[in-house]
């Protein structure tokens, strides 16, 4: 089996662990379902992931590594933003590799509800990511699929040069009552003479709650921890 160097490995962790970012665009369901089998929200649990108070933790390990990244949102007070009242989440992110400190982050974005609108980020200049969302539908059945979002960003080491992120959702059976509701990232950049592409997946009810998370990366890396709870 072919290893992974440091960079590609970093690359892979930061790829699963990213947020969903979302630049003024507005998630709606469509009213009518994908198909008449038996229908799990869609728009409502990613609803959750963007605008819910949780912990993630999300644990890789490659070649004697082990790197985790810890992400807490949390949903704050209210302000005025483009002539609306929106209110502010926040999300802390701490990287470790091996137990020690790496990096860390915090990310501030606005958004306002009925329905669920993002005002970007007081960082989205700085960052100059470029975003596009599709419409999701408001439930979807086992086997459904569709596009999500495409964005469009600087490199980290070249701002010159931009990277790609497409994502894609599915929905899979996970039990009798539940659905795996997964995001497929495949991120392309130039510096790299392939892409990279891992899944982020959640366990969700007939109601939209979501009970539990995995991921699934490129082989030789291994997922240690992977776990998602809201408050």
Known sequence: MIGINKDEYMRILRLCCAVVLLAGTTIQGHTKPLNDSVQYPISAPLSQLITGNFVKIIALSNEGMISKITTTQTRKGQVKVDNKTAFTVVNDNVMTLNSKPLTSATLT???????????????????????????????????????????????????????????????????????????????????????????????????????????????????????????
């Open 109 to 231: 974005r606005y958004y306002s509800l009925d329905p669920l609108t993002s005002h970007g980020s007081p960082d989205q200049e700085a960052l100059d990511i470029d975003i596009t969302f599709s419409a999701l539908p408001t439930t979807a059945a086992i086997g459904d699929s569709g596009e999500f979002a495409k964005s469009v960003m600087p490199t980290e080491y070249d701002n010159d040069l931009t990277q790609t992120a497409i994502q894609t959702w599915s929905l899979k059976q996970a039990t009798d009552n539940t659905a795996w509701l997964c995001l497929h990232t495949t991120l392309t950049e130039p510096s790299s003479p392939e892409d990279v592409a891992a899944d982020e997946c959640y366990q969700v009810t007939r109601s939209g709650a979501i009970v539990d998370m995995k991921i699934t990366v490129p082989p030789p890396i291994q997922v240690q921890l992977a776990t998602i709870n809201f408050s």
